[in-house]
T-cell receptor, first 115, second 115 residues
Framework: TQLLEQSPQFLSIQEGENLTVYCNSS?????LQWYRQEPGEGPVLLVT?????EVKKLKRLTFQFGDARKDSSLHITAAQPGDTGLYLC???????????????FGQGTILTVHP | GAVVSQHPSWVICKSGTSVKIECRSL??????MFWYRQFPKQSLMLMAT?????????EQGVEKDKFLINHASLTLSTLTVTSAHPEDSSFYIC???????????FGQGTRLTVV
């Protein structure tokens, strides 16, 4: 059973298109992180969302945490080839508290942006 | 963000030999470090959690005697793959966190190839 369902698993789009990646769970998380990973490298933290309903923006990336803190989304506007990579959502503190970095990961979304 | 350094970035070893991978937190003291294994185009699979000065906690199905973890200081954890076999070839990634943090910060990963 996957505790964090991430979708879609694969996304292939043209430069300039918009896209949204979803991360859903039946559990409540204290916080949720989004990471981006390039081949042969470790994941890099993009953002942490903590408050239900919170929206954070990072240039063309918009992250949202659901009101009930069970789901999150990542929206990319006008995707560029440089956005290509594996995007991972990860939750901390399932059902409250904190896991002190022991994250629950989604399956990942492989995004390919074609020029 | 906090910096975690993993070494080596890649290693090739002969079947039956042992390989040690180091994970260092460079600008913070990591009370907890995590070791993951990642297969191509997949998410991270947690192998074990290590706390400074105590024995590592292994996830179900991970062989303790094969994957030896030592967390001797607040800035260094090591993973030793003992008697490596070709099926141990994979991408190994460490992350580090500390008490009070919800995020974890990742090393660059180590590509292990056993021939």
């Amino acid at each position: 059973t996957q505790l964090l369902e991430q979708s879609p698993q694969f996304l292939s789009i043209q430069e300039g298109e918009n896209l949204t990646v979803y991360c859903n769970s039946s559990s409540v998380f204290s916080s949720l992180q989004w990471y981006r990973q390039e081949p042969g490298e470790g994941p890099v933290l993009l953002v942490t969302v903590v408050t239900g309903g919170e929206v954070k923006k990072l240039k063309r990336l918009t992250f949202q945490f659901g009101d009930a803190r069970k789901d999150s989304s990542l929206h990319i506007t006008a995707a560029q080839p440089g956005d290509t990579g594996l995007y991972l959502c990860a939750g901390d503190g399932r059902d409250g508290g904190t896991s002190y970095g022991k994250l629950t990961f989604g399956q990942g979304t492989i995004l390919t942006v074609h020029p | 963000g906090a910096v975690v350094s993993q070494h080596p970035s890649w290693v090739i070893c002969k079947s039956g030999t042992s390989v040690k991978i180091e994970c260092r937190s460079l600008d913070f003291q990591a009370t907890t470090m995590f070791w993951y294994r990642q297969f191509p185009k997949q998410s991270l699979m947690l192998m074990a959690t290590s706390n400074e000065g105590s024995k590592a906690t292994y996830e179900q199905g991970v062989e303790k005697d094969k994957f030896l973890i030592n967390h001797a200081s607040l800035t260094l954890s090591t993973l030793t793959v003992t008697s490596a076999h070709p099926e141990d070839s994979s991408f190994y990634i460490c992350s580090a966190s500390r008490q009070g943090w919800s995020e974890a910060f990742f090393g660059q990963g180590t590509r292990l190839t056993v021939v």
